[in-house]
Structures are given as C-alpha cells and as structure tokens.
C-alpha cells in the first residue's frame, strides 16, 4: 500500500444539518477532521477536499428520474405528496433540507475520488461517506443516494476484478447487498444487531452468494467484534482473495450511541481497522451511522489515527478537549455527558464473554 493516506472532507458539513430534531442533527464529518487537526494528525497535505457528484456520476447507479427529484426537492424546498410516496423524500427519516441534494452528492463525490485515488493502491478515509441504505430509486435510512455501491462499481468499472465489502455499521448493509445480489466480483460482509432496523440480514441471506450476514446481539462486546473479525471476516477475505476492501465503519455499535443496543468501545473498532487494513491493496475506509456527536468524533479520529500508525494519548490535549467541550447535542439522552467524553480520545475497553449465539453467528456464515 502507499505510506500516506488521504483524508477527502468538506466544509458542506460544517454548515449542513438534516434538521435540529434529527438523529444527523449533530456535527459529524466536522467535529471529527476539526479534532484531528487538534491533535496534530491531519497535515495539509494528507486532506482532499470533496468534489460534488455529478448528476451523470450518480446515473451509474441510481435512477435519473430520482435524481432529478432530489434536486428539485432542494430547490424548491418542498415535494409533493405523490412524488414524496414515489421516491420516500420527505418521509420516514428522509426529510428535505437546505442542502438535500448537495450534501449527499458530495459524500457521492469524496467516495468516486477516492476510487480513483486508491486505483494503483493506498489507504483513502471518507468519513462522510457510508450511506449504505440508499436504494436505487428510493431514499431510505437518512441516505438519498448509496456512495459505497458508486465506489464499488468505479473501483469495477477501472478494471479490479474483486471487491469486498465489510460494514460494521449497528444496522445492516441492506443497499449495498442488494445492489450486488449474484454478483461473483463482489463479496458483502455485514455484522449488525440482530432484530434492528431494516429487519433484514440474517445469517442465511446470502444474496445469490454474493453476500454474508453476521447478526449479532445486543451487548455485542469488544472480545466479541474480535473474534467476529478473526474468526469470521478474515476467513472469507481469505477465500474471496479482493483486489480492494471497502470498510464501512458506521459508530451507532458504540455503547455511547442511542441508535442501537449494541455495546463497543471505540477501541474495537480500531482494532478491527487494523486488522483488516492489510486484507487488500486498495482500502477505502467510510463513515456511516453515529448519533452522539462526541462518540463519533472520537472514534472516527481514532480510525484515521489507526491507518495512520499514530499513538492515542492517555489524555486529550488541551486543543483536543476544545473541540470536544465545543460539541453540542440536544438529545435528553446525552444528560449527564461523561467527563470522559471531554478528557479522552479512547473509550474504556469493555471486554467480555463470546456468547454461544455469536459463536454460532461465525459458523453459520463459514458454512459452504
């Protein structure tokens, strides 16, 4: 792989919000490039600012009648009933916002740059990317357009021959699989909690045998994501042999996130980065779920720390603890915010047990 990875960001996302009352209502992308320039890991050098995707990039997958759609949603700030029905904007977590077209487009841009970037071999983070419920035709789950299958098909289309995909993401990867079902130069891999939202993934669902599902439980621990990682997605990156890994690091799997039940720390998701960076050439790492501003923030940095090889200090320098102590979320939940939060870029690990049903989860999904 190249020695330097790239960060592809925008300032889109400093300035757009989903809605005051929405779960992405929250800095994300923002919050955390702003606490990787604090703690001095983010050079001038290794960030890429997000081009915009073009309506005839984002036709490679999705429908130009609703592409259309979105962008006159944005236009004109309102959509009527019948289209809203049609194409599901404006409804069920999908609303219209000043920039409804132009922030997922953008996230669409940073995701077929990085194809390109990645395409002789390297390491390109996209934290704003990871939309992996957006359908063909339909928005669906806070995403309006899928930048993971548009990654894909570009990384495809420029001639590698096999690409994985692993989605760590609390909510299974129910777009990405669908738009590669049967095809045998894509491998999906998606661990997520059992009975969430979209009710979709279950361990034998395999997508024409494009497609491998890890359900696993509430409480899913720290030693369990490792041992779901060696024991499973290891193994089948192995068989499948890709010439690029596309890892979607969703943080809604956090104990801290109000999205799921599911109980990681921040640590476990930097272990499993480090342990699958080195499963293909060509690793595009993205973003995805995260509901509490500061756990996402956090472990998103501690991702681009992890490909970087950058130590995590014991303890937020002051700079670092600015960015944080400036976060705000108007969630109830979040009362009272740990001081940790604050103070640390790591979480407390929280090891455990591996129960019988992950166990069981890894076997089922090795099964011929």
Not at 129 to 150: E, I, K, M, Q, Y
Not at 200 to 221: K, M, W, Y
Not at 280 to 307: D, E, H, K
Request: charged share 20%.
């Amino acid at each position: 792989m190249k020695a330097s990875p790239l960060l592809i960001g925008s300032e889109i996302y400093r300035i757009s919000r989903y809605g005051s009352t929405h779960p992405l209502g929250i800095p994300r992308v923002s919050a955390m490039i702003d606490l990787c320039r604090a703690l001095g890991w983010l050079p001038d050098a290794a960030y890429v600012d997000s081009p915009l995707a073009t309506p005839e990039q984002l036709a490679r997958f999705h429908d130009r009648d609703y592409i259309a759609a979105v962008m006159a949603a944005e236009r004109e700030q309102r959509i009527d009933e019948a289209a809203s029905r049609r194409w599901n904007i404006g409804r069920n977590g999908n609303p219209i916002f000043g920039e409804v077209f132009r922030r997922p487009a953008t996230a669409c841009g940073a995701s077929l740059l990085a194809a390109r970037l990645i395409a002789d071999g390297g390491v390109v983070h996209s934290p704003a990317g990871g939309t992996h419920h957006g359908l063909r035709d339909r928005a669906s789950g806070f995403c309006f357009f899928n930048d993971p299958v548009l990654a894909i098909l570009a990384l495809l289309d420029d001639g590698v021959d096999r690409v994985a995909y692993v989605d760590l993401d609390a909510h299974h990867g129910d777009g990405v699989e669908l738009a590669f079902a049967g095809n045998p130069r894509v491998l999906t891999v998606s661990i997520h909690e059992d009975g969430r939202w979209p009710y979709s993934g279950r361990v034998e669902d395999r997508a024409g045998g494009s497609a491998r599902n890890l359900p696993v439980p509430p409480g899913f621990n720290d030693t369990e994501l490792g041992f779901t990682v060696a024991e499973a997605v290891m193994p089948l990156l192995a068989r499948f042999r890709p010439d690029a890994l596309v890892l979607q690091c969703g943080a809604d799997a956090l104990a801290d996130d109000p999205m799921s039940e599911l109980a990681l720390s921040n640590r476990a998701y930097w272990d499993a980065v480090g342990a699958l960076r080195g499963a293909a050439p060509r690793l595009l790492v993205l973003g995805g779920g995260g509901y509490n501003p500061w756990s996402v923030a956090r472990c998103w940095a501690g991702i681009w720390a992890a490909l970087n090889g950058l130590a995590i200090p014991a303890a937020a320098p002051r700079a670092a603890e600015a960015v944080l102590r400036g976060l705000s979320w108007n969630r109830r939940r979040s009362e009272p915010r740990p001081e940790h939060w604050f103070t640390t870029i790591a979480d407390p690990p929280n090891p455990g047990p591996v129960r019988d049903r992950v166990t069981a989860v890894v076997r089922a999904v090795l099964a011929p």
